[in-house]
């Protein structure tokens, strides 16, 4: 028997190393499991150390979570890999005659956010005829599950081929000149209606077209933004009119003589010119979309990679094609349905968005990452971890029951980590606090 000890003993450490769940973080993350108000979610922790290639705590790690808008993540991932280092604004095709736009997907073309415009600026310089052509257009507006009663929220705005104001509306009423406006001017239907009872401003669309009911409130000054039907690029063409001063041509087909080939893209004949514009720097759009948790960057985030490694928009191919390829090696393949994260149907686990984020830090740099994820007192993360801000960059995700949080760790002892946190099916109104909470606890014990 004696003879046996030894290697008996190096097996049981071995066993030991090998099952995350008996480690020394349990002490830690036990009393958050045992809570009172989550005994009857379903919570999921992974915790990993990209140094030592170990998980310090794994717990329900390979089970399947909602993960709201953690799935930006993933998004995020294939706009570094894929979208270089600035965004194409547009792809155009010039002949002596006209200019042919085949939309990129920009989310930033007109939005409010960004002063400079250079698609713009050429298309007021241009004296051509301009038209938009959707041949690399394979989607719907609106994403696969997505709450079909958000459509009046500004969250939820339709995708689109060539996005224009972020495909909102935004509405405006200014009581101290007496008048509502739109912010574009549009020439779309609009009626009034007194509010008798809570005296607010509001601005309600039709469900399927381009009609809205504004209430007239008591406030001095209100906005409200609302999307609205985009018809591919047929909202585009009319917003456009007005803006660039002329009419703009919707073609529903390639000129003669072009063809558009998957996976390549469009080839042009002899004498006709393929162009290139580039909007604007990569993290520009990256960091907002991460800060805000912006739904509507990441859907055309999505497309436009998918616009640009197949050479057409669609969400379904562009999604199996990263899981066949650049993502082959996730613990656990995931059903990932859209860009944002809205969707109920998405599914992932913790291990895959710890291997993610490990994935991420060593292609793009730890330094990037730091860059375009919020930190304490920042962003999604503006009332949290504000005690020792800079020690935490991660990614939050909230839907209805479902709250998520993943990214890195940095701690006392000056130790990066990487962690996922999912919880489903809660009802704690204070369980980011006991994230936050658990976190800075982890943080003082490594």
């Known amino acids: 028997m004696k003879k046996l000890f030894f290697p008996l003993l190096l097996a049981m450490m071995a066993g030991q190393a090998c099952s995350p769940s008996r480690s020394a973080g349990s002490s830690v993350v036990k009393p958050f499991f045992e809570d009172s108000s989550l005994r ?93 052509t959707d041949v690399n257009w394979r989607e719907k507006a609106l994403g696969r599950g997505w709450a079909w009663d958000d459509y009046n929220d500004d969250y939820a705005a339709e995708r689109s081929p060539l996005p224009v104001y972020g495909n909102v ?25 007194p509010d008798t009872v809570k005296k607010a401003f509001f601005v309600q669309r039709d469900w399927d077209k381009n009609a809205f009911e504004i209430t007239e409130g008591k406030e001095r000054y209100k906005v409200q933004d609302v999307p609205f039907v985009t018809g591919g690029v047929d909202g585009a063409a009319v917003l456009l009119k007005d803006t660039v001063g002329r009419d703009v041509f ?16 469009l080839v042009a004949p002899v004498g006709m010119s393929l162009h290139v514009i580039h909007s604007r720097p990569l993290d520009s759009l990256f960091r907002p979309m991460m800060y805000r948790s912006d739904n509507f960057f990441a ?11 197949l050479g057409w928009m669609n969400d379904a191919r562009i999604i199996d094609t990263l899981l066949k390829t650049d993502l082959k090696e996730l613990p656990q393949r995931p059903n990932w349905v859209d860009g944002s994260g809205l969707s109920r149907n998405d599914l992932f686990t913790p291990r895959d968005f710890v291997w993610l984020l490990d994935k991420m830090q060593r292609e793009f740099s730890l330094s990037r990452m730091k860059g375009i994820l919020p930190t304490g007192g920042s962003g999604t993360l ?36 990487i962690f996922s946190i999912m919880v489903n099916n809660h009802n704690d109104p204070a369980i980011r606090r006991k994230m936050e909470k658990f976190l800075e606890e982890i943080r003082e014990k490594y």
Not at 72 to 80: E, N, S
Not at 92 to 110: N, V
Not at 299 to 309: F, G
Request: proline share 6%.
């Open 40 to 132: 009857s979610a379903q919570i999921g922790i992974c915790i990993y150390d990209p140094v030592k290639a170990i998980y310090l705590y794994d717990r329900q790690g390979d089970k399947y979570f909602i993960p709201a808008s953690n799935t930006k993540l993933f998004t995020l991932y294939a706009g570094l890999k894929w979208l270089g280092d600035s965004l194409v604004g547009m792809r155009y095709l010039q002949t002596d005659t006209a200019i042919f736009i085949i939309p990129s997907g920009d989310p930033s073309f007109l939005h409010p956010d960004y002063v400079r415009q250079p698609v713009m600026d050429f298309l007021k310089k241009t004296r051509l005829p301009v038209y938009l």
């Open 382 to 417: 503006g009332n949290y971890y504000k005690k020792d801000s800079g020690y935490i960059y991660a990614k939050t995700g909230s839907l209805t029951g479902v709250v998520t949080l993943s990214g890195y760790l940095v701690t006392k002892k000056d130790h990066l980590l």
């Open 169 to 193: 509306i935004r509405w405006v009423q200014d009581s101290s000149t007496a008048s509502f406006y739109s912010i574009p001017d549009i020439n779309w239907e609009v009626r009034f209606t």
């Open 299 to 309: 859907e055309q985030t999505l497309l436009m990679v998918s616009n640009e490694r």
């Open 250 to 265: 919707i073609r529903h087909r390639l000129p003669a003589g072009v063809s558009f080939v998957p996976r390549t893209g």
